[in-house]
């Protein structure tokens, strides 16, 4: 009995755990992305303050289907970062997958100026989140 009891301790803790090889290899923002396309032609940094709509996209590798990979958009001047939105999307059937998000423009047709991130996270235990950030001028 005393052998099965830390057998038992191991299968309950390791059964909380969602371990995977998900990982997102590719991050890259764009102010358009052409239809039907899944990436971003170029990796931008820096947008103007009248553009309408920023994407995210990413590469998702090794993913089993139904992964999450949520999109945490962050407006950061001020004292804290402020959520502006978040976005969940699981992945498909086929690997590699190629999530991706978008903002629009804000009501009132610009985008209030300075430093904003986006926080892309997987639903596994063994992924570190992928901070990707971005400007508007």
């Known amino acids: 009995m ?6 038992l301790a191991l299968a309950v803790m390791f059964g909380a755990c ?6 997102v290899s590719v991050v890259s923002m764009c102010p358009t992305l052409a239809q039907g396309e899944m990436t971003c032609a170029t ?11 920023i994407f995210i996209t ?6 089993p289907t139904g992964t999450k990979v949520t999109f945490q958009w962050r ?17 498909p059937e086929v690997s590699p ?17 300075g430093k904003y991130d986006v926080v892309v996270s997987l639903d596994t235990d063994n992924s ?3 901070v990707k950030a971005f400007v508007v001028k």
């Open 75 to 91: 407006y950061l001047e001020g004292s804290a970062p402020e959520v502006i939105d978040s976005v969940v999307v699981e992945s």
């Open 128 to 130: 570190e989140p992928i």
């Open 58 to 63: 990413t590469q998702l590798d090794n993913a």
């Open 18 to 23: 969602s371990v995977s090889t998900a990982n």
């Open 43 to 53: 990796d931008t940094a820096t947008f103007v303050s009248n553009t309408p709509e």
């Open 2 to 7: 005393k052998k099965i009891m830390p057998l």
């Open 97 to 113: 997958s190629y999530p991706n998000s978008s903002l629009p423009i804000p009501p009132g047709g610009l985008w209030p100026a």
